[in-house]
């Protein structure tokens, strides 16, 4: 057994104080304990100040990491939008090695752990050589994925993505898009592999199923890829440009959400990246269906996206959860804020996502466990004797924190502060940062430097 003891913690009861949590050799919670002394020795636990449930990182393509700052300035393009910045990576993943997508993985994942994610959903789409041609182990990137996983020791569910062809008029995959492409025949053989190779990690791994979007699979290639597992989680990208929505109503005849609420049982498996361009009854739509709003604010920033319409979604009572995507700038609490912000601009308002019982802060990161917790099937998302212990802590005398207590710790945290203010990181029990660093920090650090000085040179 190991005891965690807090000045405050959030657990499912509210706010707390004088909090013991103590974890068993599984890595799920046994007690949560209210109003104990302090401990005074090691035996009797370690003392933090400020205990949170530690969100799933639901939707992150790790290699893109390698892109951050790359993709700032404009081409030929007058006008520079999501689609010309999709044919840089694809051009940049042609030279990607898989010792340059396990480094770039370990990497990216130690930082989500030092940002207060305990577990990621990796969108795992690179899966052949430049070319397309299939590794002799056909799962060969989606071990290397793992690989990385079991060096920083991060909860992984792993998606490995259908990708069949490159748009709606089912035209073939194009330079870059090659290495994803599958059909559904030789993507059973990955899916399968990925599976055996995910036998060396922790009990908390999961295997899930990612249809990549309506664009880029058949009809009848997203029925194959819901079937493949029908109790695994399901992600898949739904509804992010402008341009994709028109695509698939000239094509399907009915909007992107529209017409998948329509033609499958959405539910609570089901994970929609960034939702963000719905009507009214769409948004309704998805909120009732129990699935998960996938969000992923910096990357949809990055890219120009849009605003997701969160007001209305959270008021019909939707489920949503927190993913870096892109991984150009990996912090728990940016993601959070960029969300709220967004809606604020929109709006021209304050605290729109507060409830009158809770404050901004409190919905904004008790949302993003709970919904991140479904959409990685991992039994956690809360503080409380029967989950998974995903946990994090705050520092309690970094100086936004001084003299505050219950919500206003999360709104200090979310708005004034930064990853900085994480002092320790747990995954499944497994104590992963230390005093704000990952374990392995400097090891992951410098295999990355190695990695990327290496591409430079190719590219």
Known sequence: MRHLWAEQALTDRGWEKNVRVTIGVDGVISTVEANCPAPQSVAEGESFGILLPAPTNLHSHAFQRALAGMTETRGQDPR????????????????LTPDDIEAITGFVQMEMLEAGYAAACEFHYVHHQAGGISYDDIGELSSRVIAATAETGIGL???????????????????????????????QKLFEAAGKALDVLPDDSRLGVAPHSLRAVSQEGLTFAAGLAPKAPLHMHIAEQTAEIEEIQAAWGKRPMEWLLENHEVDNRW????????????????????????LCPITESSLGDGIFDGVRYLAAGGKFGIGSDSNIRISLAEELRTLEYSQRLRDRGRAVLATATQSTGRVLLEGAALGGAQAGQRNAGVLKAGKTADIFALDANAVDLLGKEGDALLDSYIFAGDDRMITDVWSAGRHLVKEGRHIKHDLLVERYKKTMKSLRDRV
Request: glycine share 12%.
């Open 157 to 187: 569910t792993l998606l490995p993505v259908l990708y069949e062809h490159g748009g709606c008029d089912g035209r073939v995959l194009g330079p870059g898009q090659i290495r994803f492409g599958n059909s559904p025949e030789r993507f």
């Open 271 to 294: 994970c929609l990246i960034h939702s963000t361009h719905m009507e009214p009854h769409e948004t309704e739509g998805l909120a009732r269906s129990g699935a998960v709003a996938g």
């Open 80 to 95: 520079d939008s999501f689609w010309t910045w999709r044919k840089l990576m694809y051009r940049f993943l042609d030279h």
